[in-house]
């Protein structure tokens, strides 16, 4: 059974900086893609960071510059570090991972289609 558990959420105020984290309990020997997705209330799911087993990254137009994906494939863990943060960042963040299939395709209102394991959420809030 695939678990992934996010940690790292939490406040902090616009123009902070904080680290999410996702460990997950099996490696993909076979390849990855994984991805950071976030919601807010009212709004679409969206992805917005994703990261494959070839190494490619991909982000959303929103995050471009102030977010950055990576992978400790030895802890099995996913991060995501914020900088820059903004108050349309405020969402709930997860994590999730997948057989091979490139990270472009983790991005957008779409992006988590097909993604058959996911985290519970944390919360990131950011206020003006």
């Known amino acids: 059974q695939v678990e992934l558990v996010e940690s790292g959420g939490g406040s902090v105020q616009a123009g902070g900086s904080l680290r999410l984290s996702c460990t997950i309990s099996?490696?993909?020997?076979?390849?990855?893609?994984m991805g950071w997705f976030r919601q807010s209330p009212g709004k679409e799911r969206e992805g917005v960071a994703g990261?494959?087993?070839?190494?490619?990254?991909s982000y959303a137009d929103s995050v471009k510059g102030r977010f950055s994906i990576s992978v400790d494939n030895a802890k099995n863990t996913l991060y995501l570090q914020m900088n820059s943060r903004k108050p349309g960042d405020t969402a709930m963040y997860y994590c999730?991972?997948?057989?091979?299939?490139?990270?472009?395709?983790?991005?957008?209102?779409?992006?988590?289609?097909?993604?058959?394991?996911w985290g519970q959420g944390t919360q990131v809030t950011v206020s003006s």
């Open positions: 099996v490696q993909f020997t076979a390849g990855y893609c």
């Open positions: 990261v494959d087993s070839s190494g490619e990254t």
């Open positions: 999730a991972v997948e057989g091979f299939r490139p990270a472009s395709m983790v991005v957008g209102v779409n992006g988590g289609n097909g993604f058959g394991y």
